[in-house]
């Protein structure tokens, strides 16, 4: 005789299952992949692309400033990597920047775009962990000023002394609130270490941004993982912006997502909107920097939510409400 599962013996058996159906569809998609000399061919173009960017000069788009938008609206404007500004009626929010064109010697295929006027007007800035592609000392400093700087635990001993008005760490579950902006940490799958002769343990968040009604998640670094579901369920996000980048070789989805992870979590969240972020700008994973938008837009065209994604280029603004988007 079977016992019935409860609530949350059911809810686990479907996260895993879910889990173990995104393994199985990458393991087909790179069947023989990293048993064979493809394997080496990756690597190989990785280091090909890496020594074309150090000689061809980013690409550049003109900043355009970012008007506060009306009430109960939320300006979202892809800066570039993960850097993206929030802009509410009465605040702007940036989250992981970073402004330079060098990465551990990686030159970036597209420069940052942000304008310099809506810049010194920033009031939060999110980091989401302290590997230095998100936590970078050199942007920080360029936009230290009177904003607060929120950092998962264990982290406001980097960003102290760089000249911010406030440096607050928040774990998962905790909230910080200025003027018409609410955010929210939440959980993440990461590894929040900074490497490079720093071994401390350091925490990784995600954020939820809120601003009168209308709510946007950033993920931040992350693997899929069941707490996706989790923060769907309590704090509805209207628009999720998900990394999809640096997922090659297979070994990395320890850590990051690829575009079908990204689409499961979308799902996961129940979100009106997906905006990519986290690629194009380094070539962190093996896969080409063009395959994560090529393959995102695949996938969601065969699931027919192509309508549910938004690419933004690097400058663009697209324009949220609670429930829907513009």
């Not at 064109?101 to 942000?114: I, K, T, V, W």
């Not at 001993?157 to 911010?164: A, K, P």
């Not at 999720?240 to 499961?264: C, E, F, K, T, W």
Request: glycine content about 10%; overall charge positive; proline content about 6%.
């Amino acid at each position: 005789m079977h016992m019935p599962l409860s609530a949350d013996q059911d809810w686990q058996r479907r996260v895993m299952e879910r889990a173990k159906e995104l393994d199985h569809q990458h393991r087909r998609r790179t069947r023989g992949l990293w048993q064979s000399t493809l394997g080496l061919a990756l690597s190989l173009r990785f280091l090909r692309t890496a020594a074309r960017q150090l000689v061809t000069a980013p690409r550049r788009s003109e900043p355009r400033r970012v008007g506060h938008p009306g009430p109960g609206q939320i300006a979202v404007t892809f800066v570039g990597h993960a850097t993206v500004m929030l802009t509410t009626p009465l605040a702007r929010v940036l989250t992981d920047p970073y402004l330079g064109d060098f990465f551990l010697g990686l030159r970036r295929a597209e420069g940052a775009c942000l304008h310099p006027a809506d810049a010194a007007d920033l009031n939060v800035i999110l980091i989401s962990h302290a590997h230095r592609d998100r936590l970078d000392l050199t942007s920080l400093r360029r936009l230290k000023g009177r904003a607060a700087v929120l950092v998962p635990p264990r982290c406001a001993s980097l960003v102290d002394g760089l000249g911010f008005a406030r440096v607050i760490e928040l774990a998962p579950g905790q909230s910080f609130e200025y003027a018409d902006v609410e955010v929210t940490a939440v959980a993440a799958r990461h590894e929040g270490g900074r490497g490079l002769f720093d071994s401390a343990w350091r925490g990784a968040c995600g954020y939820i941004v809120r601003s009168a009604g209308a709510s946007v998640y950033f993920a931040g670094g992350t693997a899929y993982f069941s707490g996706f579901e989790e923060i769907g369920r309590r704090l509805h996000p209207d628009v999720a912006l998900l990394p999809v980048a640096g997922y090659q070789p297979p070994a990395l989805r320890a850590i990051n997502m690829s575009p079908l992870d990204a689409v499961q979590a979308f799902t996961d969240l129940g979100a009106k909107l997906l905006v990519p972020v986290g690629y194009g700008s380094f070539p962190l994973g093996y896969e080409p920097l063009g395959e994560p938008l090529r393959w995102l837009r695949q996938i969601c065209a065969d699931r027919g939510i192509s309508d549910q994604l938004a690419v933004l280029g690097h400058g663009e603004t697209c324009l949220v409400r609670a429930g829907s988007q513009e």
